[in-house]
């Protein structure tokens, strides 16, 4: 249902024109999200995901952006019309980003308490004693001790400065939260209890989020929904089953490919070949065609979206071709077939050790 989405975006197109050429960024993007959910964006550095998040915010500098869209809707309001007084207020209320790098989110001549009540001040109709006993709430609520909300961004290490940032985001409780990588500097350790942060609160507020991601795990961790972007557009979506155990589009695969296997850690990895096109001079037709293993002649066309199932769509022409696999979907296919068959002995007596998923993990 259309009053189910919390954001609705149709055929978003984004470029720079700079004195080189112009640069497209965002070619034809549709993206839609429900009240809720958690979607995960994905692809290389150059895909056009950070690009698609701050024209959300309408904050693509201009000029030299351009950003042209069929409509932008956010819980029913057009993003669009909206004057600059009217975004000042949706922006950090309706809508919050968590910006890819804490160390440079935050200003360093305020006090992160300062920083938090700002934003609380400003949206909430509030006195600026109250805003300030909320941020020291809000730190708390992050894992920092409030007796802290004095101290300046330099005292914070960047796990701490993160979670700064996700408090200034998550204060004035968004409907819809934009993550831009909000783990890449982290370690690991830091990088969990920042994802398990993150979900606890996005539950308690009951917010829509949109991670901003090139790492499959956290994908796998917190969202409900992918969309695999590439060369400015979404050429693969769907739930995190469909992408994850139903892949179709060559790049996803070539982007699984890529992770070690934990049940084999002598195999290689097999990376993509080639790099990223240049958006000032994108290839005709499918973008990805000059490193797919499966281009043919054909990929220099239009490329539509093609629905494999209710919830799962993918953008490459070679599925009008009737049989047509990728190497991972044939692999899972093989490996659900000598399931069903070695469940089939079991009901005669014989015992089988393995499930599906496993053994497409050792065969990849």
Same mark, same amino acid.
């Given at each position: 249902?259309?009053? @189910?989405?919390?954001?609705?975006? !149709?055929?978003?197109?984004?470029?720079?024109?700079?004195?080189?050429?112009?640069?497209?960024?965002?070619?034809?993007?549709?993206?839609?999200?429900?009240?809720?959910?958690?979607?995960?964006?994905?692809?290389? %550095?150059?895909?056009?995901?950070?690009?698609?998040?701050?024209?959300?915010?309408?904050?693509?500098?201009?000029?030299?952006?351009?950003?042209?869209?069929?409509? &932008?809707?956010? $819980?029913?309001? $057009?993003?669009? *019309?909206?004057?600059? #007084?009217?975004?000042?207020?949706?922006?950090?209320?309706?809508? #919050?980003? =968590?910006?890819?790098?804490?160390? %440079? *989110?935050?200003?360093?001549?305020?006090?992160?308490?300062?920083?938090?009540?700002?934003? &609380?001040?400003?949206?909430?109709?509030?006195?600026?004693?109250?805003? @300030?006993?909320?941020?020291?709430?809000?730190?708390?609520?992050? +894992?920092?001790?409030?007796? !802290?909300?004095?101290?300046?961004?330099?005292?914070?290490?960047?796990?701490?400065?993160?979670?700064?940032? =996700?408090?200034?985001?998550?204060?004035?409780?968004?409907?819809?939260?934009?993550?831009?990588?909000? /783990? /890449?500097?982290?370690?690991? /350790?830091?990088?969990?209890?920042?994802?398990?942060?993150?979900?606890?609160?996005?539950?308690?507020?009951?917010? #829509?989020?949109?991670?901003? %991601?090139?790492?499959?795990?956290?994908?796998?961790?917190?969202?409900?929904?992918?969309?695999?972007?590439?060369? +400015?557009?979404?050429?693969?979506?769907?739930?995190?089953?469909?992408?994850?155990?139903? /892949?179709?589009?060559?790049? %996803?695969?070539?982007?699984?490919?890529?992770?070690?296997? =934990?049940?084999?850690?002598?195999? !290689?990895?097999?990376?993509?070949? +080639?790099?990223?096109?240049?958006?000032?001079?994108?290839?005709?037709?499918? *973008?990805?065609?000059?490193?797919?293993?499966?281009?043919?002649? +054909?990929?220099?066309?239009?490329?539509?979206?093609?629905?494999? #199932?209710?919830?799962?769509?993918?953008?490459?022409?070679?599925?009008?071709?009737?049989?047509?696999?990728?190497?991972?979907?044939?692999?899972?296919?093989?490996?659900?077939?000598?399931?069903?068959?070695?469940?089939?002995?079991?009901?005669?007596?014989?015992?089988?050790?393995?499930? *599906?998923?496993?053994?497409?993990?050792?065969?990849?």
């Amino acid at each position: 249902m259309e009053n @189910d989405l919390i954001l609705d975006v !149709r055929d978003l197109v984004v470029r720079f024109e700079t004195d080189d050429g112009v640069v497209r960024a965002v070619n034809g993007l549709d993206l839609s999200i429900k009240r809720g959910r958690a979607i995960g964006l994905v692809g290389e %550095t150059g895909a056009g995901k950070t690009t698609t998040a701050l024209s959300l915010l309408r904050l693509v500098p201009d000029p030299p952006g351009v950003v042209e869209c069929e409509k &932008i809707e956010l $819980d029913g309001k $057009d993003v669009l *019309a909206m004057s600059v #007084s009217e975004l000042e207020e949706v922006r950090g209320k309706d809508i #919050s980003m =968590i910006f890819q790098d804490p160390m %440079t *989110a935050l200003n360093p001549v305020f006090t992160v308490g300062e920083q938090i009540a700002e934003s &609380i001040f400003l949206h909430e109709n509030v006195s600026r004693q109250e805003a @300030d006993k909320r941020a020291v709430e809000m730190l708390e609520l992050v +894992g920092i001790p409030g007796d !802290r909300a004095g101290e300046y961004p330099h005292q914070f290490s960047g796990g701490m400065k993160q979670r700064v940032v =996700i408090a200034i985001a998550l204060a004035c409780h968004p409907k819809l939260l934009i993550a831009d990588e909000p /783990t /890449t500097a982290l370690d690991v /350790t830091i990088q969990a209890q920042v994802l398990d942060l993150m979900r606890r609160l996005r539950e308690q507020y009951k917010t #829509s989020l949109i991670m901003i %991601t090139h790492d499959l795990g956290i994908v796998a961790e917190i969202c409900d929904d992918v969309a695999v972007m590439y060369g +400015g557009k979404i050429i693969e979506r769907g739930t995190l089953e469909d992408i994850f155990n139903h /892949t179709r589009h060559p790049y %996803t695969e070539g982007l699984f490919n890529s992770i070690p296997n =934990i049940h084999d850690r002598k195999a !290689r990895l097999t990376p993509i070949s +080639g790099l990223m096109p240049d958006p000032t001079n994108l290839p005709p037709g499918c *973008a990805f065609a000059p490193r797919c293993p499966y281009a043919v002649a +054909g990929c220099g066309g239009p490329q539509e979206e093609i629905a494999v #199932s209710d919830t799962h769509f993918v953008r490459c022409s070679r599925y009008k071709e009737e049989g047509f696999i990728i190497r991972r979907r044939a692999a899972e296919t093989a490996s659900m077939s000598i399931q069903e068959g070695k469940e089939s002995d079991n009901a005669g007596g014989g015992s089988w050790p393995h499930s *599906a998923k496993s053994l497409q993990a050792e065969g990849e």
